[in-house]
């Protein structure tokens, strides 16, 4: 089946960055485009950053220029680059990828932002 693992999550200052990993099993991994979602305490969960199977990438208005999606289809793992990290973008941040019309979710990794 169908398994997503993040890892990498911490608490940092403002300023400072985060790596974030998502294990990818269970899919022919180098097809399936995935994506980094966030949801923060009150907020609904929302879209961060996409990656293509093809490398292609699309990136939240609230975070061009300081975060970088990336994939290494030999590990299957997708990454997050996380710089300039803010207070705001304290979160959970959730890797996602769909299979059939079916999405999938990893558990999770907390961020901290706070100084």
């Known amino acids: 089946q169908v398994q997503l693992v993040e890892s990498g999550g911490g608490l940092v200052q403002p300023g400072e960055s985060l790596r974030l990993s998502c294990a990818a099993s269970?899919?022919?991994?180098?097809?399936?485009?995935l994506g980094w979602y966030r949801q923060a305490p009150g907020n609904q969960r929302e879209l961060v950053a996409t990656?293509?199977?093809?490398?292609?990438?699309t990136y939240a208005d609230s975070v061009k220029g300081r975060f970088t999606i990336s994939r290494d289809n030999a590990k299957n793992t997708v990454y997050l680059q996380m710089n300039s990290l803010k207070p705001e973008d304290t979160a959970v941040y959730y890797c996602n990828t769909y299979v059939r019309l079916k999405a999938y979710w990893g558990q999770g990794t907390q961020v901290t932002v706070s100084s």
């Open positions: 269970g899919i022919p991994f180098s097809i399936y485009g």
């Open positions: 990656i293509t199977g093809s490398g292609s990438t």
